[in-house]
């Protein structure tokens, strides 16, 4: 009887958290501000929102195109990488807000 409780206690919570992605991604998706989340590793855009769309025109099938729209100048591209990296390690590591002007 606990293995059917376990299931069923593992499909409760898969859907709990199907539903919070959902909610997550619209309340994105409705923000004013231009929002890409970028998985920068496995080259993949994870989430284009309708601001980003409205900004650049048209959404971005990989991380590497994203990048190369968004910031053209290779070099910037590069510094801005490098500089999001260490900072989101930070925030990884100690759990503090990431400030957007300074990294951006």
Known sequence: MSFLRDI???KRAEETLRNNEIRLRAILDATPFPIAMVDVQDDNVEFWSRSALKLFGHTAPSAVE???IAYPDPDY???LIE????????VRESAQAVNTGVYG
């Open 8 to 10: 069923t206690d593992r």
């Open 66 to 68: 994203w990048y190369q």
């Open 77 to 79: 591209r590069r510094a």
């Open 83 to 90: 500089r999001w990296t260490t900072a989101l390690e930070t």
